[in-house]
């Protein structure tokens, strides 16, 4: 896989000030208001975030699916705001792989699963590209199914096929949209094991969009996108790093990972909505005060809430 990475780009992904809005003639929607971002060459990130936060909209912009509106993206070095409409399919070839919770999206079903993965290749004779999507196969432990058609396939191999096709043409950024959301538990860690492999031993960029808490536990680094900003990111801290299999359904989040605001260019943040219920603010206002080099923010007092 093509993982170096531009000697242009500091990041693979660059988000300044990104917006996106939707017209019709009766409304317009802000999907996006100014999502600042960066993930670096390597990185295997999960985005979350209620429906119509903003999360799929980013996740189409960085596959080339969907044009921002203002701001800056780049991706791999490439502006996606100067790509030409030759330049763009040549991106969304070379650059981005893409896995759609979707099978239907990715799976053609009276192929096999090797003439599958062999679809998206550019180049290289009939022999070659059957050997690379025999690779594939491999990697992702479906070379027992390689000449299965799609009705022969349960929901979780299907998921594996798509995410082979993904990779064929050697993409620098894999985008997988809700990969997990239509397996069981047990076939979902499969796969995020499975992810987790190939961005070890590859240093394949990964993002995935999830509503899978389990996942989103088990991943480095989670951003959370609350109406078209990032609220609020999650690192996962050290001493968990290497003990994935402690994790479980009732592991709780914060045992896990280490949550952090984010602050927007002008010194705003977004305080998560769960930590303003647990602190009992029902308003919009809360105490704050400067106090040995740390920010307190605490509930009002009860005679300010009137």
Same mark, same amino acid.
């Given at each position: 896989m093509q993982t170096t990475p531009d000697a242009r780009a500091a990041h693979i992904i660059e988000c300044d000030s990104l917006v *996106?809005?939707? *017209? /019709? &003639?009766? @409304? !317009? @929607? %802000? +999907? =996006?208001?100014? %999502?600042? =971002?960066?993930?670096?060459?390597? !990185?295997? /990130?999960a985005i979350i975030g209620n429906s119509g936060s903003g999360k799929s909209t980013f996740l189409n912009m960085l596959g080339g699916l969907d044009r921002p509106s203002a701001g800056r993206l780049l991706v791999d070095g490439k502006d996606l705001f100067k790509l030409g409409e030759r330049e763009l399919v040549e991106? *969304? %070839?070379? /650059? @981005?792989?893409? @896995?759609?919770? $979707? $099978? +239907?999206? $990715? =799976? %053609? &079903?009276?192929l096999t699963a090797t003439q599958n993965v062999m679809m998206p290749m550019l180049f290289g004779g009939e022999h070659r590209r059957r050997q690379r999507a025999l690779e594939l196969l491999d990697m992702v432990n479906m070379s027992h199914r390689k000449n299965s058609r799609l009705s022969a396939l349960s929901g979780g191999e299907q998921q594996r096929i798509a995410i082979a096709i993904a990779l064929a043409n050697h993409p620098r950024l894999l985008l997988a949209d809700e990969p997990t959301g239509a397996v069981d538990q047990k076939t979902s860690s499969a796969i995020l094991d499975m992810l987790r492999a190939i961005n070890r031993e590859s240093g394949l960029t990964i993002v995935i969009v999830t509503h899978d808490q389990l996942l989103a536990k088990k991943v480095s680094r989670v951003i959370a996108i609350r109406d078209g900003k990032i609220a609020s990111e999650r690192i996962m801290k050290e001493s968990y790093l290497d003990r994935l299999s402690d994790i479980s359904a009732l592991t709780e989040v914060e045992e896990v990972q280490d949550e952090y605001a984010v602050l927007d260019k002008a010194g705003r943040l977004q305080l998560p909505a769960d930590m303003l219920k647990k602190l009992g603010v029902a308003g919009n206002r809360v105490r704050m005060e400067l106090k040995e080099g740390e920010i307190i923010i605490r509930k009002p007092l009860e005679e300010e809430t009137r």
């Open positions: *996106k809005i939707y *017209k /019709t &003639p009766d @409304v !317009e @929607v %802000l +999907a =996006l208001q100014g %999502l600042d =971002l960066t993930v670096d060459y390597g !990185e295997m /990130t991106y *969304k %070839l070379r /650059t @981005v792989g893409f @896995v759609w919770q $979707n $099978n +239907a999206r $990715n =799976l %053609l &079903p009276y």
